[in-house]
């Protein structure tokens, strides 16, 4: 039953013979309760929890292990039915809750500086194991989460349609906008198109990191595919199209596309466009030989894209200590 909405739930009620109310009720124990046994749906009939028990079940994951970073980040590393591990990250700020959510175990994209690409891609997550990471981590927080970002292991639009189908359940059953949905991608071009047609109010992020297209086939080399023209034009007509302004993301890798000129050309690419940057100071990663600038070569990067006309904020570093921080995700605790 977990991936399931109100009005699904109500029809499997219907098919066993009960009213289409009780639909609702059981979306409100596994949504709202965070109820895994329907023996805890107090206020359903006991020939109802029956008949649940023998043709349905909520399934689940389980928390295999925890990781706390000093900075209050919190990475659940959770074991799937299937035995397949993924994680997901708990960032709780002075103004909000936000929860970092998979979308596949691994992921096909295999960016050079990535954790997750060097696990190769196992498969899809289904919408319920999505919903199920936000429900896990909201066991584990203080407060309320506000806002999920599909920033985990994955890339979310090549699992598109259980993205969307996981995006309306969370704006749905749990009651969070979706302008505090962010979805992240490398670029996938047709995907980003069918968004807009979509006219989701979601926030787009995409993954851009340079305006080169030599230096961002050598970091994302699966995304030549996709050239930075008519990435850019897509953008274009999802910022149109949604009215929201679209968030390039750029990771600062030392020697590779943090100079001055890397940003001049990066803000031109960018004029004309309903956006700003994210500047994301590279995240240590094993086995590879990337490392992040310095920070005075980080302010004047930003400094540059600003004196440019590009709105630019700075992701701040969270979970960096647990390896739970951008690009560090693997399901696996080393």
């Known amino acids: 039953m977990m991936g399931l909405g109100g009005a699904e739930l109500s029809a499997l009620c219907t098919q066993l013979g009960f009213p289409a109310y009780r ?34 079940s909520i399934t689940r994951s389980e928390i295999a292990s925890r990781s706390l970073s ?41 960016c050079e500086f990535c954790a997750t690409g060097q ?4 498969r899809n997550l289904t919408p319920g194991e999505i919903l199920d990471q936000v429900l896990t981590v909201s066991s584990e927080a203080s407060r309320p989460v506000t806002h999920v970002v599909f920033m985990g292991m994955g890339e979310p639009l090549t699992n598109f349609d259980n993205i969307m189908r996981a995006v309306a359940l969370i ?28 006219e989701m ?9 340079t305006a080169d297209q030599r230096v961002r086939d050598h970091l994302i080399p699966k995304a030549s595919a996709f050239p930075i023209p008519g990435l850019i034009e897509a953008c ?12 390039f993301e750029v990771i600062l890798l030392r ?8 940003a001049v050309a990066l803000a031109r690419l960018l004029r004309g466009t309903m956006c700003h940057v994210n500047l994301i100071p590279f995240n240590e990663v094993a086995y590879t030989d990337f490392r992040a600038p ?41």
């Open 23 to 56: 639909g609702r009720q059981i979306a409100r124990w596994i949504y709202g309760g965070g109820v895994s046994d329907p023996a805890q749906m107090r206020n359903l009939p006991k020939d109802l929890l029956k008949r649940l028990s023998e043709t349905a």
């Open 70 to 110: 000093n900075d209050g980040a919190l990475k659940l590393l959770l074991s799937l039915v299937d035995g397949e591990r993924i994680e997901c990250v708990l960032l709780p700020y002075e103004t909000r809750v936000s929860v970092c959510v998979s979308s596949q175990v691994g992921c096909p994209i295999c």
């Open 119 to 122: 696990q190769g891609f196992v």
């Open 171 to 198: 704006n749905a059953e749990l009651d969070i906008s979706m302008r505090r949905i962010t979805v992240s991608t490398v670029g996938l071009t047709p995907q980003i198109r069918q968004m807009a047609a979509m």
């Open 201 to 209: 109010q979601l926030t787009l992020a995409v993954s851009l990191h």
């Open 236 to 247: 274009h007509e999802y910022a149109d199209r949604t009215k929201r302004r679209v968030t």
């Open 255 to 262: 020697g590779i596309n943090d100079s001055p000129a890397d």
């Open 294 to 334: 310095s920070k005075d070569v980080i302010r004047a990067f930003r400094s540059t894209l600003e004196s440019e006309g590009v709105k630019v904020t700075q992701r701040m570093a969270r979970g960096a200590k647990s390896s739970a921080a951008c690009g560090q995700l693997r399901g696996e605790f080393r």
